[in-house]
């Protein structure tokens, strides 16, 4: 019995089994479905969960944040409005002052352009003083050119006569070296032609001149013959040459007064310097005494320079021996110390000549005595 | 007997010394006979004469040097070659007053040619020597001296230095004190030549006393002395403005005007450069000349003249209407503007004219009434013609266009300007037609005729200016 239970139980089993094991190849995939399914389901649910937490907890949040900023907003309005109503009288006077300054400085700039402008025009680049000094100028200057035409003229003027004095002279002097062509009572001279009403101006210059003498011999000055002449003046000094003459009838001068004629020569006396000086060497009489000059020159008769001082000879003087005194030890002694040899060698006797007469004793002192210059007395 | 020929072989060496020393001097006095005494070695022949025991011959030996010397440069050279120098200078200050004179006269001589020449001459020591001579009594010494001075100091600075050292200035404003008249001249031109180079040699003149005692003989009425005391001034004063016042406080103003009326035209011309020394420093200075009426004394001095004489007077103009306005108008009250015009047209040589032209633009270049009164008097044609001349200078050319740029970019009196329109050259023209465009009343035919001239020129100042007039 068991057994059969048994093996119908095992073959409802069996069955069963292979009833499952169709079913498992779709079982599987339903498994596989539903779950997918509910998987599925359950993501949905859950992002429509998160949704509705999420949109809830920005509606909160939203709500926390405007009340917060209406706050804010609030506060700082306030706030502000406080600020700028504290520093709105600042501004409003700042603004003000600006608006004066700008308005008095377009006024300050009205005033000082018509002052400037009056001033420069005025006192500057004035028009009128500027018209007033050109005038001035031309004025002077019409002035100027008058004073130099005056000048010029003047100058002209002077050149004109200068130059008619000069031909007037000319003329003066030919009328004078021609006087012998004067008319006589006889015979008319040729100015004075018989046929003319009237003489001939030149007949009346000669009737005025006086005749010429004859010409002097030019006095040559001292001066003439330099090579360079006396400096501005053409004459040379004046030397007084002729005494000055006094009035004839003068009175006699009372008083201890010499004559006056030998005052005035004596004070009038020319100069007179040495032949040396008183010609230059290259005048005529100068050169004629050129050779003995040269004579002099030639042959002085001092022949020693002038010595500077008294002593001088004495360092620079020195006496030189002749040839025929000097041996070998120096100056022989004779001539200076004795002048006669003495032999005593030759001597036949052992004494010298003996004096028969004194010696005059004046002579006796000759090259003995000496004085202070040391000249021999 | 011997001692009588003896002396006798004396005399006649002498003799011949003498006679030839004199036939040389003779000799070198004529030009033809230079040469032959050139070849015969005359230099080495008359160098032992100089230190002849005779004084008369050492004299003749020295003025025949001095007489071949002044001929040539060669025979300058020469001289100074053979040693002459040393010899000539050496025994000096014992010398008698004709010695020294042929001396000086020597070293003048030499000194003239060159400024090696005078180089050498200083170095041998003759300028202590020359200094001594000014101080001798004789005034044909001094002037001796005091001319090769002046011909030493002529060439450049440094020897004009030299002289200065050797303590020249003082001696030759005595000089200048005496009453001989070559002396006087010769010492004021050696002045003039001493302050001609820089400001410190004018200044010592200066120092010396000169301008007072220079100052005073302008009135003088010998005419070669006034050129010598106008160029000497004018030198002084051209340096500096302290000095050109120190000239004018010496009171040259009224007395200096009859020098340009004076009949010499040297003298004239000299006056004239004075002025113009004095008036181109400042226009203080310029405005004393004006009131003093030397602007009026300049401009006759102009109208009378001819030639070079000019060119200092026309100057002067120029620059006394340089410095300001009212001294360009006062010039042209004085009637400043025909002379130069006529100077213009008239003279040949361009830098006369070129002076002309830049006088006539420093006129006309300050306003529109200084640009009218010069263009009334006709003068932009001229200038125009000589600008466009081609035989005219560069120089000129250019002084030209600028005058006429000046006086163009002024002037608005348009009839003077319309003559310029039919003839202008393009660089000219812009100027021109700058002027009509800026003229608010100007014409329709003009505006016609002005665009004609920009629509030729294409290129952007005409059009900056076709721009501006419509």
């Known amino acids: 019995m068991a057994a059969a239970s048994c093996g119908r139980e095992q073959g409802a089993s069996m069955a069963a089994l292979a009833r499952l094991q169709e079913r498992l190849e779709g079982l599987r995939e339903e498994y596989f479905l539903t779950n997918r399914a509910i998987d599925e389901d359950r993501k949905r649910k859950y992002k429509a969960a998160v949704k509705i937490q999420r949109w809830f907890r920005a509606c909160r949040v939203q709500v926390c944040l405007r009340h917060l900023t209406k706050m804010v907003i609030l506060i700082q309005k306030w706030w502000r409005g406080y600020l700028r109503r504290k520093h709105f009288r600042e501004i409003v006077e700042r603004a003000y002052f600006i608006k004066k300054l700008k308005f008095y400085n377009e006024m300050a700039v009205r005033i000082q352009k018509t002052w400037r402008g009056y001033y420069v025009r005025k006192y500057i680049h004035n028009f009128y003083a500027l018209k007033k000094y050109l005038k001035a100028v031309s004025m002077n200057n019409e002035f100027v050119r008058h004073e130099l035409q005056e000048y010029t003229e003047m100058k002209e003027n002077g050149e004109k006569m200068k130059d008619l004095e000069k031909k007037d002279k000319e003329k003066k002097y030919q009328a004078r070296k021609m006087h012998y062509l004067l008319s006589t009572k006889q ?178 002192k000759f090259g003995k005595t000496y004085s202070s210059t040391g000249q021999i007395v | 007997m011997s001692q009588r020929q003896v002396l006798q072989v004396f005399e006649q060496y002498q003799r011949a010394r003498s006679q030839f020393a004199q036939a040389v001097a003779d000799f070198a006095a004529r030009p033809q006979s230079i040469d032959t005494l050139r070849s015969a070695g005359v230099v080495c022949l008359l160098r032992p004469l100089l230190l002849d025991v005779v004084p008369s011959i050492r004299q003749t030996a020295a003025l025949a040097l001095g007489r071949l010397a002044d001929y040539d440069v060669e025979l300058a050279e020469a001289v100074v070659k053979a040693g002459i120098l040393p010899q000539l200078i050496c025994s000096l200050p014992e010398e008698n007053r004709y010695y020294k004179k042929a001396a000086a006269f020597v070293l003048r001589a030499i000194a003239k040619h060159s400024p090696q020449l005078a180089q050498a001459i200083v170095q041998s020591g003759a300028l202590g020597m020359l200094v001594i001579c000014l101080e001798d009594f004789d005034p044909g010494v001094k002037e001796g001296a005091s001319w090769a001075f002046g011909y030493i100091a002529r060439h450049n600075p440094e020897l004009s230095q030299a002289v200065v050292d050797a303590g020249a200035v003082p001696l030759l404003v005595l000089c200048i004190q005496e009453p001989e008249i070559a002396l006087k001249r010769i010492a004021a031109s050696t002045l003039s030549d001493i302050s001609k180079h820089s400001p410190e040699l004018a200044q010592t003149v200066v120092a010396a006393g000169a301008i007072a005692y220079l100052a005073q003989m302008i009135p003088n009425p010998d005419a070669k002395l006034k050129r010598q005391v106008l160029s000497a001034l004018s030198q002084i004063a051209k340096h500096s403005v302290d000095l050109a016042e120190l000239v004018v406080e010496a009171e040259i103003f009224p007395v200096v005007l009859t020098c340009l009326k004076d009949s010499d035209e040297y003298v004239k011309k000299n006056g004239a450069t004075l002025i113009r020394e004095i008036a181109k420093h400042t226009p203080e200075l310029s405005q004393l000349i004006v009131n003093s009426g030397g602007v009026a004394a300049v401009i006759d001095c102009i109208g009378s003249c001819r030639g070079t004489v000019r060119l200092p007077g026309i100057m002067t103009l120029g620059y006394v209407a340089a410095h300001s306005e009212n001294l360009s108008m006062a010039v042209i009250v004085s009637k400043g503007i025909p002379p130069l015009c006529v100077c213009l047209i008239e003279e040949h040589e361009d830098h006369i004219k070129a002076a002309a032209a830049w006088a006539l633009g420093q006129i006309g270049r300050h306003t529109a009434e200084h640009a009218r009164h010069v263009a009334v008097a006709n003068v932009l044609p001229t200038l125009l013609d000589i600008f466009v001349d081609t035989c005219s200078s560069e120089d000129l050319k250019v002084k030209a266009k600028k005058a006429l740029k000046n006086i163009l970019q002024k002037c608005t009196y348009l009839p003077a300007l319309e003559p310029l329109l039919h003839e202008a050259p393009p660089s000219i023209m812009k100027y021109i037609i700058g002027q009509y465009s800026k003229d608010p009343q100007a014409s329709p035919s003009k505006t016609v005729w002005i665009l004609f001239f920009c629509l030729i020129q294409p290129d952007t100042v005409s059009f900056g200016i076709c721009h501006n007039s419509f």
Not at chain 1, 300 to 311: K, Q, R
Not at chain 1, 333 to 362: C, H, M, N, Q
């Open chain 1, 187 to 364: 015979i008319p001279g040729i100015y004075n032609s018989p046929l003319r009403k009237s003489p001939d101006p030149m007949e009346l210059l000669l009737r005025k001149s006086k005749p010429l003498t004859h010409r002097k011999q030019p006095v040559k000055s001292p001066f003439a013959d330099e090579l360079y002449g006396w400096p501005t003046c053409k004459e040379p000094p004046a030397f007084v040459t002729s005494l000055p003459l006094l009035p004839a009838d003068r009175r006699k001068p009372q008083g201890p007064f010499r004559d006056p004629a030998e005052v005035l020569r004596q004070r009038y006396k020319p100069l007179e310097p040495t032949l040396r000086a008183r010609e230059s060497m290259y005048s005529a009489p100068g050169k004629a005494r050129e050779p003995t000059r040269r004579e002099e020159w030639r042959n002085p008769i001092h022949d020693n320079e002038f010595l500077p001082f008294s002593s001088y000879h004495k360092n620079y003087e020195k006496y030189e021996p002749s040839l025929f005194k000097s041996d070998k030890y120096g100056q022989g002694a004779y001539g200076t110390k004795y002048f006669r040899e003495v032999y005593p060698k030759k001597w036949i006797a052992d004494k010298d000549f003996e004096t028969l007469f004194p010696s005059i004793a004046l002579f006796e």
